[in-house]
């Protein structure tokens, strides 16, 4: 079980640490004022998306139910367990209805807007909504990790004495 639990943190740091990678890059300076660094930006986080973030979430959504299903613990006693698990349901959500296909459709424009010629506020323009949307869900995506982590790691009793 070692093992499970060796790839599930592997999972863990792929995930978050990419997730911090891309808010990294967001934050580079000038990046909103080129719309050739904006593209490289974009690609940056489109790759990292899908060769380190989502492989890290299939290793999570794998190994989690694996230890689950090998100890067999009742959620209702391990609280911990179950908030853990209700967390990862809505990261999971909010990745896959919202944040990846977000990335996907602001990098498309970009890439389509630089090939058409486009100026840079007309670029802007046409991603401000994705924009809005990412600049929302995003912090929510880190935070919960965080909780979700923190909760995993320390193993709160939420009322129960009961532990995993
Ligand atoms: C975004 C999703 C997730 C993240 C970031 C995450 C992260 C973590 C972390 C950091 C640990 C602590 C490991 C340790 O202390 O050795 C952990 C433990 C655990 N996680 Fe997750 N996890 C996620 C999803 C899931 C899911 C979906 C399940 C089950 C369906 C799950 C089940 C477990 C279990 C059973 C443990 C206990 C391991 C132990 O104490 O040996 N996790 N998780």
Redesign the pocket.
Known sequence: MAFI?FF??L??IM??GSVLDHVAVSQIPGLLEDARTLLVGRQFIGVSADYVTMPG?VL??VT??I??IA?RPSILKVRW?GV??LI??L??LNVVLVMYPVGQDILDLVARGLADGQSLEQILGSIKDLADQEATFGPLSVLC?VV??FI??IKPRFGRVAE?
């Open positions: 639990r599930h943190v999972g863990a995930f978050f979430l999570l959504l989690g139910p230890m689950v100890r367990l853990h698990m990862a349901v990261i999971t990790t979700t982590i995993a790691v995993a």
